[in-house]
């Protein structure tokens, strides 16, 4: 019989692709090379018997590597040969020791001979997938028994045996091993004494089992690599009592014995499973959760990850980490769900009302799904793979080897891919809703699909998921879903998601408050859930920013409308400068009352606010991240606390919009001379476009009066609008207020409020001190007469950039303020090494050395004269007066210092320069920063915080 009719006899029944029927005839054709030609036993065989014909074609068309395989070591075919009853071969996992010689080599080729089995049983349908990952588990397990007894017998003569016993762990453990995978084990002595032998008998079986069939890891141990390979009993009990973590406890969930002393691994288990069904109320159990939830996708890379059907979204460990979170928190009470395995774990939730029956059959069917596809994908090769291929060969095999067939108008890799998209979405989606969903059922007095959460089992799952008043979210979540009603029906089907995001966030229990405010005040409105329900991502980003932030959370309670520009995208980009100004003025305009026209205007301002603070808060989320289209038609990031010079912009031009329409408002109420000009000066942060959430507006007020007019006049007119303007900026609104502070003018708080432009040129000529010189370095125009602003800026020009620089008696005076200033004004009790402002490398050591230079080099360098710090310093590594590591450092520790202390006034939604050492506010920090240690983020505050102070010290004793 020729090869190519070996092929032929075979493929309908195995069913697969041309691909795997080239390999098939191929492997076929070695396999006939390697007998004895026509005569041979093994073509007799095949022509004889159907069943091995169909099992070999399988396994040929599936695997390349058991066609290697089988190539070498032909007479393994026979194997695979129907049984006398006429049942195919037995693919139990069992192990068929036979030989002499090497008992490697030997334990070798039986494990082959196994797999052979088993892969042949697969994927002829003669085994469900559950019934092969208990096969794959039980062949793991043998492997590991003969392995153990190799070692055993490799030790030294008059070696007592050791009581060790070997504990499986992972997939092994919960008896859902995959094709190719390492093998997760615990190694556990009975005594000290045991621990040398045990020790030698551990390393040879994983150098064994390595040889033979894969890896064993025993990095699950206590303290994982750095611990002992083997530990006694009582040192593992001792470990998990004291030190474990919660992870640790969920690894256990799978424990089971597997080799070498069985009564003492079921000791193991039996001892360590109070601490297990105990973990959930250990009071770090909640950020260990956190933890785990983000390691879901950690260290996959973002071009695999829509690929990977293990940790990639909707795959794999969505299941299996909801299924063990939910083991863990309700297993305490019963022990029906105490089972290592995730399907059976998965029915018992089911059959204990914990997952809607539904929800339940939909997981099992996504896990069969992605573990098919998972074994497909190892078997080929015999690789340890999780990802789906790229080129369209490999996918068309595996679509085949999945049993996808082509139909009219779809190939079969797009019914692959149809069906992956929908099971991946729908595992996505019930992650979520597997822990979240529950908890809204036990309150919301409807029916519940067989559910049955107690209030107290409710309590406990919102303890584990991180909610400090878990009575008081009941309260929440029952005022929000009680009853019957379309409302409550439409939370009842968002709470899920947007509970998940909560319980991401240091305060889950503010996210949750701040929703309820959210939606007692918009209920009743008809676009608000729709909204939500309807608007993509618009209900995770609102729980985000709800979660995570109170000032945007406070301004949304005075605006709950102002959700709506979570919906577009391309409202989450800060509007140009111009289109502020206009509309702005615009709603100004639209009142004749100054006080209603400056009402409109800081409602304008607080839309703009929200605009830019959630694009802030969302810029490092993800997919929630939002991506406004280009004027070219293209995408881009959203600015946010990754660029921290795009959000002092967009807020320093918020801040000038709302200047220029209340002076608009301010002017038309106040009589003035005829031609009175009238500018206001930006300085400080508003001058250098450095503003943060809640910056007062520093600025400088200047006129001109008209020729032949009386200067008191002028100057009484102008003194009254700027009071005006002050006033309404700071009258008490539902808007938050803007601060119009004057205090950088001549003479300070004892100086007049207004000047001429001729008494400013008057006072800086005769009476100005360096430190005003340095002051005006930010100084620009903001709104009034454009005229008499470029006036008073060339005006100013040779002040703040003198010709000939500084005298060596004004740098001392300089640094002399500068070290006052550190001493007088950091806040009694600060932390001289975490405040962003006064702090070591912070703000202020970067400005100052900055302005220093500008100060004595801006006269010669014009490249030196912008109120931008950054931009400064970058001119100034240009030109070569500031060493370009310096300049790097100096630049590190001013972005990440007026990142933190945005991100602590987003958060907290107040003023404050101090990052904590710890709490929630650090952590919510850390999460805006997209960072997840909060440990980690500061150590690297506090080093480039000294590697920037160093710098800024060198520049500024230069």
Known sequence: MSAAGISAAGISAAGISAAGISAAGISAAGISAAGSGTGSPLLAELHADPGLRRRLIAVLGASSALGDHLVANPEHCLALRTASDGLAPIAEGRLELVGDGNPVAVLRSAYRLALLRIAAADLTGGRALEQTMAALSALAD?????????????????????????????????????????????????????????????????????????????????????????????????????????????????????????????????????????????????????????????????????????????????????????????????????????????????????????????????????????????????????????????????????????????????????????????????????????LLESVARVPADGLRLTPEAARHRLEILGFADPAGALRHLQALTGGVSRTAAIQRTLLPVLLSEFADAPEPDRGLLNYRKVSDKLGSTPWYLRLLRDGGPVARRLARVLALSRYVADLLARDPEALRLLAEENELAPRPRPVLREGFLAAAARHTDPVEATRAVRASRRRELVRVAC???????????????????????????????????????????????????????????????????????????????????????????????????????????????????????????????????????????????????????????????????????????????????????????????????????????????????????ADPATHTKLGRGGLADVEWAVQLVQLRHAGAVPELRGTRTLDALAAAERAGLVDPADAAEMAAGWSLAAQVRNALMLVRGRAGDQLPRHGVELAGVVRLLGRDDPGEFLDEYLRTGRRSRAAAQRVLEA
Not at 714 to 727: F, K
Not at 798 to 824: F, N, S
């Open 615 to 829: 694009a802030d808060v969302l810029c490092r989320a993800g997919a929630l991240a939002p991506t406004p289209t280009r004027a070219d038609g293209g995408t881009r990031p959203s600015p946010g606390l990754a660029d921290i010079t795009e959000v002092g912009t967009a807020l320093a031009d918020v801040t000038d919009a709302t200047l220029a329409a209340a002076l608009r408002a301010a002017r038309a109420s106040q009589p003035a001379p005829e031609g009175l000009r009238f500018a206001v000066i930006g300085m400080g942060r508003l001058g250098g476009y450095e503003s943060n959430y809640l910056s007062d507006a520093d600025v400088l007020f200047v006129y001109d009066p008209p020729a032949g007019s009386s200067e008191s006049a002028a100057s009484a007119a102008a003194h009254a609008v700027a009071e005006e303007l002050r006033r309404l900026l700071g009258m008490p609104a539902p808007d938050p207020p803007l601060g119009v502070d004057a205090d950088l003018r001549p003479e300070g708080r004892q100086g007049p409020l207004v000047r001429s432009l001729a008494a400013y040129a008057q006072y800086y000529a005769r009476w100005s001190r360096v430190w005003e010189a340095q002051a005006l370095l930010r100084a620009r125009f903001v709104c009034g007469d454009a005229d008499l602003g470029t006036e008073f800026e060339a005006m100013i020009e040779p002040v703040r950039y003198p010709a000939d620089g500084l005298t060596r008696e004004q740098v001392v005076e300089i640094r002399r303020i500068k070290a006052r200033v550190e001493t007088e004004r950091l806040p009694r009790g």
């Open 142 to 438: 043998a492997t590991l028994a003969a392995a153990y007894e190799i070692a055993v017998d490799e030790l030294a003569a008059g070696t007592e045996r050791p009581r060790l016993a070997v504990v499986a762990m992972g997939k092994c453990g919960g008896g859902e091993l995959n094709y190719v995978s390492d093998v997760d084990v615990i190694f556990v002595a009975a005594e000290d004494a045991d621990l040398p032998a045990a020790t030698q008998v551990a390393t040879r079986l994983i150098s064994v089992c390595g040889m033979v069939a894969w890896p064993v890891d025993a990095a699950l141990r206590p303290e994982g690599s750095r611990g002992p390979l083997v530990r006694t009993l009582a040192s593992h009990l001792a470990y998990y009592r004291r030190w474990a973590r919660t992870w640790e406890f969920q690894a256990l969930l799978k424990a089971r014995p597997a080799a070498g002393d069985l009564p003492l691994a079921k000791e193991w288990v039996d001892q360590l499973a109070p601490l297990v069904w105990r973990a959930a109320e250990r009071p770090e159990a909640v950020e260990d959760v956190r933890a785990m939830r983000r390691r879901i996708i950690d260290n996959v890379p973002p071009k695999e990850l829509e690929r990977e059907i293990k940790r990639g979204p909707g795959g794999l460990r969505d299941i299996e980490f909801a299924v063990q979170l939910l083991q863990l928190v309700h297993g305490r009470g019963d022990e029906t769900l105490r089972a290592p395995g995730t399907i059976p774990a998965l029915r018992a939730l089911v059959a204990g009302g914990y997952v809607g029956r539904a929800d339940g059959e939909s997981l099992l069917r996504g896990y069969r799904f992605l573990r098919a596809v998972e074994h497909r994908l190892q078997l080929q090769a015999l690789r340890r793979t999780h990802t789906v291929p790229t080129e369209p060969g490999a996918l068309r095999w595996l679509a085949a080897a999945l049993g996808f067939t082509a139909v009219p108008g779809r190939s079969a890799v797009e019914s692959f891919r149809a069906d992956w998209v929908t099971h991946a979405t729908e595992v996505r989606r019930l992650h979520a809703k597997l822990l979240y969903r529950p």
